[in-house]
């Protein structure tokens, strides 16, 4: 049975002054990088055989430094397009407001969409041939893809997945 991991990237510029980033590529603070290393030395026993990226700066250096620690090589990462974040449209570059309703504002990738794509990411990790997957990504798009795996039709668009924590969702 395929083992299925998942860390959100380590903080980011925009996440340090709680800015929406989505879809802008935003480098990872020092902290971030900090973050990458200790979930890399956490992640050392799991026998990751796989890691799957966003494309994203944020996400992508994240995979690079935990491959680092776990001795993976790096350039067999998988850059995926499928578990970039959501993009937020204009809102993107503005403050974080979690109480906003944004699904219905025009370039905003619904909810729905976002499930979507976990979807079908789980597909794509299905028809892998490997064990144990890390995908690397980021904090809505886990959401959606926890939601995908448990089921549930919908999920809350809220930031409740930490920076740079290897987590099991299978």
Not at 92 to 115: K, N, Q, Y
Request: charged letters at 20%.
């Amino acid at each position: 049975m395929k083992r299925l991991y998942f860390i959100r990237h380590g903080q980011s510029e925009l996440n340090k002054q709680k800015i929406l980033a989505g879809h802008t590529d935003t480098p990872l603070t020092a902290k971030g990088r900090s973050q990458a290393r200790a979930a890399g030395k956490n992640a050392h026993g799991l026998a990751i055989d796989c890691i799957v990226s966003s494309p994203l700066s944020r996400a992508h250096e994240t995979a690079h430094i935990v491959a680092q620690e776990i001795g993976f090589p790096a350039d067999t990462i998988i850059l995926n397009p499928l578990v970039i974040e959501r993009t937020y449209g204009e809102l993107e570059g503005t403050p974080w407001d979690t109480e906003s309703h944004i699904d219905d504002l025009d370039g905003v990738e619904t909810l729905a969409a976002v499930l979507a794509r976990a979807h079908e990411t789980l597909a794509f990790v299905g028809s892998l041939p490997y064990e144990n997957i890390l995908i690397a990504s980021h904090g809505t798009f886990g959401l959606a893809l926890q939601a995908a795996i448990q089921g549930e039709p919908t999920f809350q668009d809220v930031d409740g997945i930490p920076n740079a924590e290897v987590i099991r969702f299978i």
